[in-house]
């Protein structure tokens, strides 16, 4: 089954760029789509379809996707994007999640 | 604006039935597909189950085949996950979300501890 790769964490000093990776098999083929999990709170999707952005997501969170990487990308980190992230596909008629990454903000 | 309320939640002996319900609102319910997600304490989100918008459809994942059911009652704009046989690592919070190839939409969750 396909499987997604994501570094257990990530820190950035406040206001820096802070950059998570998600691995797979040529997963520039497919769409990849990424969540935020704030502690305590139930996950919000933040990026859909490799980098679109539901309304209400600021524009400095962005997301790209290429080759055998998709990449979510947050620009002048503040205290409140100290959360979990998930990235996930749609594969074979599945739900498939990356274990998740913690950024942690210096 | 969208509204998910799951329910249903509790504390099961292993070995025991659990059924929870996710009822919507702020959207056209039978218009979209839904999933049920759970995340064990301390640990990941892992997918469990999705069903198509009509019904037509549902997939699981490997963890639940042939002991959790999904399905939902477009009349009342709810999706249920029919737990069986449950096991101690089924214990963890349950949401449901909207959508089919991504989850636009989360509600809030609830606890399921399967313990004795």
């Known amino acids: 089954s396909y499987e997604l790769t994501q570094p257990l964490s990530v820190s950035v000093a406040l206001g820096q760029t802070a950059i998570i990776t998600c691995g797979g098999n040529t997963i520039g083929i497919k769409s990849v789509h990424w969540y935020q999990q704030r502690p305590g709170q139930a996950p919000v999707l933040i990026i859909y379809r490799d980098s679109n952005r539901p309304s209400g997501i600021p524009e400095r969170i962005s997301g790209s996707n290429s080759d055998n990487t998709a990449t979510l990308t947050i620009s002048g980190v503040q205290a409140g994007d100290e959360a979990d992230y998930y990235c996930q596909v749609w594969d074979s008629s599945a739900v498939i999640l990356g274990g998740g990454t913690k950024l942690t903000v210096l | 604006q969208v509204q998910l309320v799951e329910s249903g939640g509790g504390v099961v002996q292993p070995g025991g039935s659990l059924r929870l319900s996710c009822e919507a609102s702020?959207?056209?319910?039978?218009?979209?597909?839904m999933h049920w997600v759970r995340q064990a304490p301390g640990k990941g989100l892992e997918w469990v189950t999705a069903i198509w918008f009509d019904g037509s459809r549902t997939h699981y994942a490997d963890s639940v085949k042939d002991r959790f059911t999904i399905s939902r009652d477009n009349s009342k704009n709810t999706v249920y996950l029919q737990m069986n046989s449950l096991r101690a690592e089924d214990t963890a919070m349950y949401y449901c979300?909207?959508?089919?190839?991504?989850?636009?939409?989360w509600g809030q969750g609830t606890l399921v501890t399967v313990a004795s």
């Open positions: 979300a909207r959508g089919l190839q991504y989850l636009a939409d």
């Open positions: 702020g959207f056209t319910f039978s218009s979209y597909g």
